[in-house]
């Protein structure tokens, strides 16, 4: 479980780091973090549909990578709702949700390279 934590945590300053390198405000409260993950599920699901017409990525793959991205935006909505009864663990879900976008955004970026 550590370990998990170790690399959640890792994955998280990846993502910070990657706003501070855009210029944009680091989010630091609970609020701040998860209005930035919602803010990147819209730019998955916009960067999917570009790669989609660039085809650059399959439909099927598009479907599955935007299947992920509802599922991501659910868990933000059950996570947002859960902070007033458990803010702890909401902060966890909120944190392995983040997890799931960065990894989605780092595979967009690979199908963004390809020739």
Known sequence: MRLHAKRSSFLLLILLQGCALLGLPTPSTFNE??????STVTAIRQETLSLLNAKRISADDAQNVQSQADNARAALDVVGLSFLKDPVMADTKLTATITILTAL??????RRSTQ
């Open 33 to 38: 973090r998860l209005a930035a993950g919602y």
């Open 105 to 110: 955004q780092a595979y967009l970026a690979t």
